[in-house]
């Protein structure tokens, strides 16, 4: 009640406000009498949608959430950094408070723009900012990425946002023209993409992740007071997904078709969010000796969900422009949630953000929530990598390599 009414207070001043202002500076002299009022009810109408606008995006953010602290010395990897998505956003805001960063980008062009972007933000010209070649689609491109920012961050990774990920967008661009005339060539094409969904926006990190976890490890060791984390981008999607267990390279087309391929790929993050919270604090207590760990030193993990962003993810419909810049966020915005999963102290690890507030996380059969299904997913996902199950379904693209 309390919050209907501050909208309604709100929304109302707003529009009186822009009213008030209009008619004052377009006074009845300039415009005959009819035109005044136009123009007094259009910048009306223009204050209350504005303000309507901003409360769609703003309402579920937690503002009080504003850790600006001072990130020097520390480094943040960040996959999936191409300018104007919420991994550039990310990099923009951890780089601005003080830290190094190592974004991953697909091709020389993306990586350069956002490294250029980036550094323009300060006027001392420095070296806090690099970016390594990856594609999620080839595992070999993953472990060499892996292995180059192990001796870029040698001293460490404090902030390991998993970030890259496609969209149902993709469909259009994996079409193989080899199934020009095949009659089937639909369902095919739908088992294509659905494989390289369930390659890059689930195996892919699940190997990036496990080739940094020595990493974060030591970190967390070197520093036993500043915890090391790691966030994997989800999504609500995940809300309404189920794991196919017997080949979630091909979730069934019948439930929920392409969608339920996306929603299964961000369940997996956060299921692998959690386990990976399991097993980096086990390798921790493992390390320490003692097999009880020092109670400080920790490496916490994340799943979140940044909410409806406008990024490079959603469709070019230029006639939709006007609707999406009023319901969706900026990349900025949608990164707070991801900035407060790498800075927020109160934190425990293993929880899943929104909107910057801790949530239950959802899925159909509750496997979000069930320790046994982490650990089953884990083990099903170490099979499938360690028999190349990816390579049966995907071509692997020809990754590009960087130029010294
Ligand atoms: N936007 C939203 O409303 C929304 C909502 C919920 C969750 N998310 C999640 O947010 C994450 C970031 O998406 P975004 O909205 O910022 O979209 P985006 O601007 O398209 O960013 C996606 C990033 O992933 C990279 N990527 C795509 N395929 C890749 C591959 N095969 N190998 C390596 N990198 C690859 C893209 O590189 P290229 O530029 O080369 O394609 C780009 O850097 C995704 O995981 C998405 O699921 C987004």
């Known amino acids: 009640m309390g919050t209907m009414f501050s909208f309604l207070a709100k929304a109302g001043a707003s529009s009186a406000l822009s009213g008030l202002a209009a008619s004052h500076i377009l006074s009845p002299e300039m415009l005959p009498p009819p035109l005044h009022t136009l123009a007094t009810v259009l910048a009306a109408m223009t204050g209350l949608l504005y303000y309507i606008k901003v409360w769609i995006h703003e309402y579920y953010i ?19 950094g191409t300018v104007n998505g919420l991994g550039f956003a990310t990099a923009e805001i951890l780089y601005e408070q003080g830290a190094k960063v190592i974004i991953t980008v697909r091709t020389k062009e993306k990586g350069e723009a956002a490294i250029t972007k980036l550094k323009g933000q300060t006027s001392i010209g420095d070296d806090r900012a690099s970016y390594v070649l990856c594609d999620f689609v080839s595992e070999a491109s993953v472990r060499n990425c892996a292995a180059e920012i192990r001796s870029k961050a040698s001293s460490g990774i404090d902030f390991l946002v998993l970030n890259a990920g496609i969209s149902g967008r993709y469909v259009s661009k994996a079409g193989d023209t080899m ?42 060791q070197r520093k036993p007071s500043d915890h090391p984390r790691v966030v994997w981008v989800s999504s609500g999607a995940h809300k309404r997904a189920s794991i196919h267990w017997e080949d979630p390279f091909h979730p069934d087309q019948a439930r929920a078709g392409l969608v339920s391929s996306y929603g299964q790929s961000k369940l997996g993050n956060l299921m692998h969010a959690r386990e990976y919270q399991k097993r ?79 949530k239950e996380s959802e899925g159909i059969d509750g496997c979000s929530k069930d320790e046994e299904q982490w650990q089953r997913l884990w083990e099903l996902t170490a099979k499938h990598v360690e028999e190349k199950e990816h390579e049966k379904y995907i071509e692997i693209p020809n990754v590009e390599k960087k130029a010294n």
């Open 62 to 80: 937690d503002w009080s959430y504003n850790d600006n602290s001072d990130l020097t010395g520390r480094t943040a990897v960040v996959t999936g």
């Open 179 to 220: 199934l020009k005339n095949d009659p089937h060539a639909e369902a095919k094409m739908k088992n294509k993409f659905t494989a390289l969904v369930w390659m890059i926006n689930y195996i892919g990190p699940w190997i990036f992740a496990k080739e940094l976890m020595p990493l974060l490890v030591k970190t967390a």
């Open 280 to 358: 980096v604090r086990e390798l921790l207590r493992e390390e320490s000796g003692d097999g009880k760990g020092s109670e400080k030193m920790d490496v916490k993990c994340f799943a979140i969900t940044p909410g409806l962003v406008w990024t490079n993810f959603i469709p070019k419909f230029r006639l939709l422009y006007p609707l999406f810049w009023f319901l969706m966020r900026s990349p900025r915005m949608g990164a707070q949630v991801i900035k407060m999963a790498c800075l927020d102290n109160d934190l425990k690890g293993g929880e899943y953000l929104s909107n910057c507030y801790v």
